[in-house]
């Protein structure tokens, strides 16, 4: 039999969502073709337009009353009433206040990825790309690193000019303190709060902008790491860390991934050939930790997730050592055929597909990793013990996806973050994982990366417990855009954490001699932001087809002073590809 086509070696639809085999103009037209515009309509009134016009009219409706209903309103809740108000206030903020700053911190951070990271990203590199190629030509890292740091500053300016120009063009239009006339006039006040909200949203815009290239010009820039031959003489106590990221499974035996299409590898044929590898390397010289940093699955389903697991199964040493968290793939791809795809905001998949994610990693490393109570401010139960109150709820969510039980998943999900494997001894090595996915119901917009501040709280409160311990903080977004060379500005921008410069801040002054291990970007890169060591992860199963070779590394620890441990060599293990 002599078929037309191969079905084994896929066709266009497998190219469908492909970054390598489209390009980004072409999968823009996709989306616009095939997004649904009712859904469309729908989220954008619930996070952008509804809030806008609130925060328009919030200046105005505020005016009035202080003006004329303060003083009625003092006088009728004198006394008692005082007494209940005042006791109200307090119990919503006693019992609600967490979550209403999760709400708006996440709501903060979205705008500022959807606004006015894209643009400021898109100047910050191209001004680099420029400078780098007129006036970094041979130049060592030190003058590359300055003229990051310029250009992360010129970027921010030019980007916060245009939101100043509309400031200025709008503000005629603008209307702060109010009467009650202008509750008579609804027409007049919808057009007030649509000029306030555009204005504050600009101010905000430009300050952003600004602050955001201040914040990027005034950090520590990243530099390459060069290992020196005298590392081989660090402490004699050493940990053995195999790191991978973005294996990316899929769930068929002849299925692509999402972003290579068919210039990746088809099934999980060679992830099976990392496991016996890591097994055989384990054989020969033991390995403490397996550590994958997001992106396990394509796009989280239940059968990609299966097939992990059928792939681990033969390597129980490998198992016994393993640590995964969750990659944007894992939690936020809506739909791995269409880019299009949007899930309103109460919608259960997302939910759903963080349950098939704490599935397994309770499955994984449930009873070695330890949760922080936030409260008690101290390290709390294992993640088993955290999961058993609420494993009957997880059950019944996951079988039947009812939406009245969206926001308990959702709550217990933020709750359980970073995740931390303890040292053995107080003097040990410690590993913190943190989920740094940003809240997204779009295809298009999953790869967006954030850390909380209450996750890095909690960072804190893990590392303080073990104050003489050396520490890997594992994330699966990219903490800085890498100090490399490019032949193209598209190489340039990433989707790296949007409060990337904040984060990098606070982990040197929490952690100050972390070695910071991700993936995400499938950059075979390590570095230095500072006192951090970055490492970042290429995938063993991307940016190949099966004949060419992949990597991941092997990585060896020292203990150093004051917990800060010493990064020695790492070896290099490639996985050769098959033929045809």
Request: charge should be positive; glycine fraction near 8%; charged fraction near 20%.
């Amino acid at each position: 039999m002599n078929p037309i086509t191969d079905p084994r070696r896929g066709d266009a639809e497998d190219d469908a969502s492909s970054t390598k085999q489209r390009s980004l103009l072409s999968l823009a037209g996709s989306l616009l073709a095939e997004i649904s515009f009712p859904k469309l309509i729908v989220a954008w009134i619930l996070l952008i337009g509804l809030p806008g016009l609130l925060l328009g009219v919030a200046p105005v409706l505020s005016s009035i009353w202080l003006s004329t209903v303060s003083t009625k309103m003092a006088y009728a809740l004198s006394g008692v009433w005082s007494a209940l108000v005042l006791a109200a206030v307090v119990a919503i903020g006693w019992f609600g206040g967490q979550r209403l700053f999760r709400i708006a911190e996440g709501s903060f951070w979205a705008l500022a990825s959807l606004a006015v990271q894209p643009l400021y990203a898109f100047a910050r590199e191209a001004f680099r790309h420029l400078a780098e190629a007129v006036l970094a030509r041979g130049a060592g890292q030190a003058r590359r690193a300055r003229l990051r740091a310029v250009s992360a500053a010129v970027a921010g300016a030019v980007v916060a000019v245009p939101a100043v120009l509309l400031i200025v063009w709008l503000w005629p239009s603008t209307h702060w303190v109010g009467t009650m006339a202008d509750l008579a006039a609804p027409g007049r006040l919808a057009l007030t709060a649509v000029a306030n909200g555009a204005v504050l949203v600009a101010g905000y815009f430009a300050a952003a902008a600004l602050v955001w290239g201040v914040a990027d010009a005034t950090m520590d820039q990243p530099k390459t790491l060069h290992f020196a031959a005298g590392d081989a003489a660090a402490g004699p106590r050493r940990w053995r860390v195999a790191h991978l990221s973005d294996i990316h499974i899929v769930g068929e035996r002849w299925g692509y991934r999402i972003e290579c299409g068919r210039s990746g590898p088809r099934g999980n044929d060679r992830l099976h050939r990392v496991f016996a590898r890591l097994d055989a390397i384990h054989a020969a010289s033991p390995l403490d930790l397996v550590l994958i940093t997001g992106d396990v699955t394509d796009a989280g389903r239940s059968a990609e997730w299966a097939e992990f697991f059928d792939a681990l199964a033969p390597y129980p040493a490998i198992a016994a050592r393993l640590l995964i968290q969750p990659g944007n793939h894992d939690v936020n791809v809506v739909d791995r055929a269409n880019p299009a795809r949007l899930d309103l905001p109460f919608s259960p998949s997302k939910r759903l597909r963080q349950v098939r994610a704490l599935s397994a990693m309770a499955a994984v490393q449930g009873g070695r990793v330890r949760v922080v109570d936030l409260p008690a401010q101290t390290l709390g139960p294992t993640l088993d013990e955290a999961l058993a109150p609420h494993r009957k709820m997880l059950r019944s969510f996951a079988d039947t996806g009812a939406v009245r039980k969206v926001t308990a998943v959702g709550d217990l999900w933020a709750r359980l973050f970073p995740m931390v494997l303890p040292p053995e001894t107080p003097d040990g090595l410690g590993v913190v994982l943190l989920d740094s996915n940003a809240d997204s119901h779009f295809s298009f917009t999953n790869a967006l990366g954030l850390v909380s501040t209450e996750q890095m709280r909690r960072v804190e409160i893990a590392v303080e417990a073990y104050p003489e311990a050396s520490w890997i903080v594992a994330l699966h977004h990219h903490v800085v855009e890498y100090p490399m060379p490019a032949k193209q500005l598209s190489e340039r921008i990433g989707t790296a954490l949007v409060n990337g410069s904040w984060f990098v801040r606070r982990l040197q002054r929490g952690v100050p001699g972390a070695v910071v291990m991700h993936g995400h970007r499938h950059i075979d890169w390590i570095g230095t932001c500072g006192a951090l060591r970055v490492v970042s992860a290429p995938s063993p199963v991307m940016e190949a087809t099966d004949e060419r070779d992949t990597c991941f590394y092997v990585h060896t620890l020292a203990a150093g002073e004051a917990g800060r441990p010493v990064m020695l060599a790492p070896e290099r293990i490639v996985i050769p590809g098959v033929g045809p």
